[in-house]
């Protein structure tokens, strides 16, 4: 799944995502160490029914199984969500609804239509805060609910566009 949507944004904003620029490795090693790191905390403070890291799961796009990996599954007050945990050094003084986070949150609309479920929490840690000084790291938490239309759009623009650049027939 994430090569359909990671194809879709380098059209969309091709000077974001050039695919001919390197991966900044560090970046995304701050990342995984992110990810990591919040998953053992979740674990160790709450119980196994709470959340957990599903690992690699599957479904079918345009009659094909596909492949994503969501970060946590979390069940609270008896609502089941997709948890996304991100690094980013941008910063989130607008929101995490600004337009610069799109990606993530197209890639959090894919995963929840998958699983069947409206919601989602966002972790996202933004290393340096709202930019300003002294720069404040900042960890915030997210609850969404995503109307069932806006799944649905998500989810089609996004076989669309796999259809459009071959990924599907």
């Excluded at 974001?16 to 560090?26: A, E, F, L, Q």
């Excluded at 079918?60 to 980013?88: C, Q, W």
């Excluded at 404040?136 to 566009?161: C, G, K, M, Q, V």
Aim: charged share 25%; glycine share 6%; aromatic share 14%.
């Amino acid at each position: 799944m994430s090569d359909i949507y990671n194809s879709l944004y380098s059209m969309l904003e091709p000077e974001r995502y050039d695919k001919s620029t390197p991966m900044d490795m560090r970046r995304i090693e701050l990342g995984l160490a992110l990810e990591s790191m919040l998953e053992q905390g979740i674990k160790a403070r709450l119980s196994t029914h709470v959340g957990e890291r599903p690992g690699e799961q599957t479904t079918e796009m345009a009659g094909r199984p596909v492949h994503y990996n969501p970060d946590l599954f979390l069940f609270d007050d008896n609502t089941f969500r997709v948890g996304e945990i991100k690094y980013s050094s941008m910063s989130n003084r607008q929101g995490v609804s600004h337009a610069k986070f799109n990606k993530w949150f197209t890639q959090m609309k894919l995963y929840c239509n998958a699983v069947q479920t409206p919601y989602a929490r966002l972790y996202g840690f933004f290393s340096n805060g709202d930019y300003t000084h002294p720069y404040t790291p900042s960890l915030n938490a997210y609850d969404i609910e995503f109307t069932p239309r806006e799944l649905r759009d998500e989810w089609d623009t996004a076989i669309a566009h796999g259809r459009n650049v071959g990924m599907f027939k």
